[in-house]
């Protein structure tokens, strides 16, 4: 099983809305990622939590929060957002996080689909 | 100069023939490579890994890496439409970078 489960499958939220994207792995995996993908790009990463702490932040903006409740959970909180936030928003794990050589191998859940409006 | 950089597409290819796709990175401490298709309206879905210089083959795709060239290729046999997507090369050091993808179209 190498599911990554993304919950909802599409969102779409004021700029004034408060929401939260979930991601779920029961793989044992011990890193979770999320990213961000807007249309014709590549993913860009955003945060990175291995074994449960936040490892990479990549500058982003405070109105984007992640939390990792336990080994298996991953939120990304979404506060005042603006329009061109809205992209895919991609939630991945692997086996092993951190200057790991094998077991990197990172597995995408579906996505969530936010509009900003 | 991009971390990870593939080569400009989109690619055509008649059913039956090999597409070859190519990768070059910018760090040499990266220690592991990855091939993702992605299908459009679609998440990327992991179809090769390798670390280690060589080839690696599984069913129709070949992964090859030359770390001292800092090159990472992919190659796909007897092409089918179903291959027809874009094709995202990752790398890994401490994190996992993409290149920007190459589409591959796959003429019945």
């Known amino acids: 099983d190498t599911e990554v489960t993304q919950t909802p499958k599409h969102l779409v939220m004021g700029m004034t809305n408060k929401k939260s994207l979930k991601c779920e792995q029961h793989?044992?995996?011990?890193?979770m990622y999320w990213y961000k993908q807007k249309a014709k790009k590549p993913p860009e990463l955003m945060f990175v939590?291995?074994?449960?702490?936040?490892?990479i932040n990549e500058s982003v903006p405070s109105r984007f929060s992640p939390e990792c409740p336990n080994s298996s959970l991953l939120n990304l909180h979404l506060h005042a957002l603006q329009p061109e936030d809205s992209a895919l928003y991609l939630c991945?794990?692997?086996?092993?996080?951190?200057?790991?050589?094998?077991?990197?191998?990172?597995?995408f859940g579906q996505g969530t689909r936010l509009t900003v409006v | 100069q991009k971390e990870v950089e593939q080569n400009s597409g989109p690619l055509s290819v008649p059913e039956g023939a090999i597409a070859s796709l190519n990768c070059t990175y910018s760090?040499?401490?990266?220690?592991?490579f990855f091939w993702y298709r992605q299908y459009s309206g679609k998440s990327p879905e992991l179809i090769m890994f390798i670390y280690s210089n060589g080839d690696k083959e599984d069913g129709r795709f070949t992964a090859q890496l030359n770390k001292a060239s800092q090159y990472v290729s992919l190659l796909i046999r007897d092409s089918q439409p179903s291959d027809s997507a874009t094709y995202l090369c990752a790398v890994r050091d401490y994190k996992l970078s993409f290149g920007a993808g190459t589409t591959v179209t796959v003429r019945a």
């Open positions: 793989m044992g995996h011990r890193a």
């Open positions: 760090d040499r401490g990266s220690q592991s």
């Open positions: 991945a794990s692997s086996p092993k996080g951190g200057f790991a050589r094998a077991g990197t191998e990172a597995f």
């Open positions: 939590y291995s074994y449960e702490k936040l490892s």
